[in-house]
């Protein structure tokens, strides 16, 4: 599969925009780790390669586990996640899935919760973006595969 064409390269500004919620989404106070698997499971309900293939490398870099990353499409299932981290992919499914389900009452119940009001509003942003992301990688066929991540592993605490 070919590239279309590069976005970015046809729309700097545009790019410039789409970077600048980037930045403040993975700023925004949310668990960078988090963000991650917010990351990689809109990227997986919408089948974007070419976010799988840099948010699992992100996840990594900062001491994601494999076997999370494996049963994150399966994470109702999974017991190895934190009841914020489900919390939080209830939301991302919800928002990402927004034409089909509306962000029902129940699911904003049982999430409200787990997050301060300006973390899920922040949360939200974050969906937003990646799937933003989405769209335009998909849109535009960008290849998977030679991104490398330029994060630094988290160091543990003591």
């Not at 089948?47 to 494996?70: F, I, P, V």
């Amino acid at each position: 599969m070919e590239a279309r064409l590069n976005p970015f390269k046809a729309s700097p500004k545009g790019y410039e925009a789409m970077s600048a919620l980037s930045h403040f989404a993975d700023s925004c106070g949310i668990e960078r780790p988090l963000l991650e698997l917010v990351k990689m499971r809109a990227s997986q309900i919408n089948g974007c390669a070419y976010c799988l293939d840099m948010h699992s490398k992100d996840a990594r870099a900062l001491g994601e586990t494999e076997q999370r990353l494996y049963l994150l499409n399966a994470w109702r299932e999974a017991p190895f996640y934190s009841d914020r981290e489900r919390a939080a992919l209830e939301w991302t499914e919800a928002v990402t899935l927004v034409a089909q389900s509306q962000v029902s009452d129940g699911v904003y119940e049982r999430v409200k919760p787990h997050f301060t009001p300006e973390e899920l509003a922040n949360l939200t942003l974050a969906i937003i973006t990646i799937n933003g992301w989405n769209r335009l990688s998909i849109a535009f066929r960008a290849k998977p595969g030679s991104y490398k991540s330029p994060l630094q592993p988290l160091k543990a605490s003591a």
